[in-house]
């Protein structure tokens, strides 16, 4: 999430340097009331109230798995006030099998009418930490152009997202009126066009699972082995242990917004695994897709089934995160990519690393940046 980007670049790097009365340092528990208080003026929040927010943020930022004292969220003061701040999250990541720290990064905020200078140095400080990547998964335009001042790259590829309507009335009306009586009605006036296009159009129509293939929940344990074990050849992928997928998948029920959150694997008929997939589901809303994963040339028999589970959920589309593995998959199943609303952007000091990692089979999923948070 950011909040409050600055408007502009500076014109010269003259302007870089740090304002003499601020300072960079690492973000602190006690520093949680302050950092919240940037958030003015920001309605929607996936928590109640302040106090469940402010726990949350403890939560995320102290007591999450990946540890690391050399790489912590900053904060940026103006004598005892605190401007400005950046959230990070170390992530180890695997990279063709070497192993990997990457900081991912979130809640890129600062006072209204700090200035650019606030979110420059927090950014400066960041890229001069000990990680090999940094990573913004949800980043703006403006919050781009920060990025590639200090040479970073956008991954175009996993900027995209792939779209398949399922219910395609409902969903162009839900997009226009997201909430209120407008939205209802809209969905009732709906509901008999969808039945009609459905039934006449050959790309609208309901998903069905293929032949010889079932779905079936898909445990923590199994996740895990499938994460870890390179079962759909990803270049990078995310290191995880039992502990650190469990506290991860906690974390993605707390994004509610979404609807209840679902785990399926899929077999053939001999029990074989084909591939599985980890998405929200909400009836009336579009199912998002957190990661998905396949064996090569099982992609289509996977979407099929993810596509028949949302549409059983009574979803009104299907959508995700460009993936090399399942694109031509996508594509043959009539759905549309989209243009970025957030962009993802990478940086790292080795600029070999940076070509490697924003390649398309180095995707970067929703699993492994900040899409998952649920501010």
């Known amino acids: ?20 009365l601020t300072r960079i ?31 949350y943020f403890d939560e995320l930022f102290f007591q999450h798995p990946w540890v690391d004292d050399r790489i912590s969220s900053l904060v940026c ?4 006030r605190i401007v400005g701040f950046l959230g990070v999250i170390p992530r180890p990541m695997t990279l063709e099998g070497a192993r990997l720290r990457v900081a991912a990064t979130t809640h890129f905020s600062a006072a209204p009418g700090a200035g650019p200078a606030v979110a420059l140095q927090l950014l400066r400080t960041l890229f001069q930490g000990p990680q090999d990547v940094s990573v913004a998964d949800v980043a ?19 900027s995209l997202t792939w779209v398949r309507l399922l219910r395609p009335v409902r969903q162009a009306l839900s997009t ?19 039945v009609l296009t459905t039934r006449v159009v050959r790309r609208f129509h309901a998903p ?63 029990g074989s695994l084909l591939g599985w997939y980890v998405a929200y589901m909400k009836s009336g809303a579009n199912a998002r897709v957190a990661h998905i994963g396949t064996r090569p040339g099982a992609a289509g028999a996977v979407l099929e089934h993810l596509f028949a589970e949302a549409w059983r959920a009574g979803c009104t589309a299907v959508s995700g995160r460009f993936d090399a593995r399942v694109m031509e998959a996508c594509i043959e199943r009539g759905c549309l990519m989209t243009g970025a609303d957030n962009w993802v952007m990478l940086h790292a000091r080795d600029r070999e690393l940076l070509a490697t990692v924003a390649r398309d089979d180095g995707a970067i999923t929703r699993l492994d940046g900040e899409w998952w948070i649920a501010f």
Do not use: C, N
């Not at 703006?140 to 996993?158: N, Q």
């Open 176 to 194: 226009m009126a997201r909430t209120g009586v407008l939205a209802a009605v809209g969905a009732l006036a709906a509901a008999p066009a969808d």
């Open 25 to 55: 340092r690492p973000f602190r528990r006690d520093d949680i009331p302050a950092v919240l208080a940037l958030r003015s003026g920001v309605e929607e929040s996936e928590h109640d109230d302040a106090r469940s927010l402010a726990a």
């Open 77 to 80: 003061e103006t004598g005892d």
């Open 208 to 270: 069905s699972p293929p032949p010889r293939t079932e779905r079936e929940a898909l445990t923590d344990a199994g996740l895990l082995a499938y994460l870890t074990g390179g079962a759909d050849r990803r270049a990078l992928r995310g290191d995880y242990d039992a502990t650190s997928l469990a506290w991860l998948l906690a974390m993605l029920q707390r994004k509610r917004s979404y609807g209840p959150l679902r785990r399926s694997r899929v077999l053939d008929d001999r």
């Open 1 to 20: 999430m950011h909040l409050h980007p600055p408007d502009v670049l500076p014109e010269s790097r003259h302007r870089l340097s740090s304002h003499p």
């Open 140 to 158: 703006s335009w403006k919050t781009r152009r920060l990025w590639e001042y200090f040479g970073g790259v956008t991954a175009y590829s996993s």
